[in-house]
């Protein structure tokens, strides 16, 4: 039951990362870029383009999530990409020769999937995916994409937790996880009631950036 209230909690924080709150079934609940008359900011990496420059693609994600801090500190930018984006980036001749010239071809003997950093930001390859109600496995992160966002701030990202629709937690404080169980008609079993009301939300959906191996549209989606 915990694991389910997890990948639940999971989705609905990656759909914070996309600046759209979610419902616990994947539907979405609000857009934060339309509530907030925001442009959704993508930057086409055009990895694959020999020539492209990456080092300018990653300042100029860098430049945005700055500029729309307002005045917010942070430690750094972490981007959460697709398996596809992870690959084409690594393997794209700019990246690829800045990285062993810079760590010693630390690339060629370790799995670095779990993040590296180059030009300031941290790109790791991630692969959340659940089950929808119709049995179709959707991932969190769209093929080709990925997610930037600011981390170290003091309030960028916050998850809020309702309390559960029980008497005794009227008027009370949230908890992440709730759960009761009640003995059956002469005690032939036991009925477990778990309940989570979670709501992770982006308080600055500005800062956010997507990105993409290629043109790509400015359409916030959730792959759900």
């Not at 079934?25 to 509530?35: A, F, H, T």
């Not at 590296?116 to 959340?128: A, L, N, P, S």
């Not at 949230?174 to 009925?191: S, V, W």
């Not at 778990?194 to 959906?205: D, G, V």
Request: glycine share 8%.
């Amino acid at each position: 039951m915990r694991n389910k209230h997890a990948i639940t909690l999971e989705h609905l924080r990656m759909g914070a990362l996309k600046g759209i709150i979610l419902d616990a079934d994947g539907s979405e609940l609000l857009n934060l870029y339309n509530e907030f008359e925001i442009t959704p900011k993508v930057v086409n990496f055009a990895l694959g383009t020999a020539t492209t420059d990456v080092k300018r693609k990653c300042l100029e994600v860098l430049r945005h999530i700055e500029d729309n801090l307002s005045g917010e500190y942070m430690t750094g930018v972490h981007a959460l990409v697709s398996p596809e984006f992870f690959d084409a980036l690594t393997s794209h001749s700019k990246v690829k020769e800045a990285y062993e010239r810079w760590q010693e071809g630390a690339a060629l003997r370790n799995d670095m999937r779990s993040g590296f950093t180059f030009c300031g930001i941290t790109f790791e390859e991630y692969r959340g995916q659940a089950t929808d109600p119709e049995g179709t496995v959707r991932r969190f992160i769209e093929k080709d994409t990925g997610h930037c966002f600011p981390v170290g701030t003091a309030s960028t990202f916050t998850t809020y937790f309702a309390p559960a629709d029980f008497n005794e937690t009227v008027n009370t404080l949230g908890q992440p996880l709730y759960a009761k169980q009640e003995p059956r008609r002469f005690d032939r079993g036991t009925d477990l009631h778990t309940q989570s009301n979670p709501l992770p939300m982006c308080h600055r959906p500005g800062v956010l950036v997507k990105i993409a191996i290629a043109q790509h549209t400015g359409r916030v989606t959730t792959s759900w």
